[in-house]
């Protein structure tokens, strides 16, 4: 193990250890949530349905208008 001293005296104690875990721990936990909501986001967009106006008018055929 080169990158870390070979004398315990050497070493970060452990509680500094710990701290350093957590700060590594609740970072990767932001991460995660922002993930989660641009995802939640992504998907509510992406199922989303764009209702458009649509003017329709009913083609009766012209041998039913005439003759009556």
């Known amino acids: ?3 870390f001293p070979t004398r315990s005296t050497q ?3 452990m509680s500094q ?3 350093d875990l957590k700060e590594c721990l609740q970072i990767e936990k932001a991460k995660e949530r922002s993930r ?3 995802e939640q986001q992504e998907n509510a967009s992406s199922s ?3 209702m458009v ?3 329709i ?3 009766i055929p012209s ?3 005439t003759g009556c």
């Open 1 to 3: 193990m080169a990158c």
């Open 11 to 13: 070493r970060l104690p």
């Open 17 to 19: 250890v710990v701290v």
């Open 36 to 38: 989660t909501r641009r």
């Open 48 to 50: 989303t349905i764009e």
């Open 53 to 55: 106006p649509v003017d």
């Open 57 to 59: 008018e009913p083609s």
């Open 63 to 65: 041998s039913l208008t």
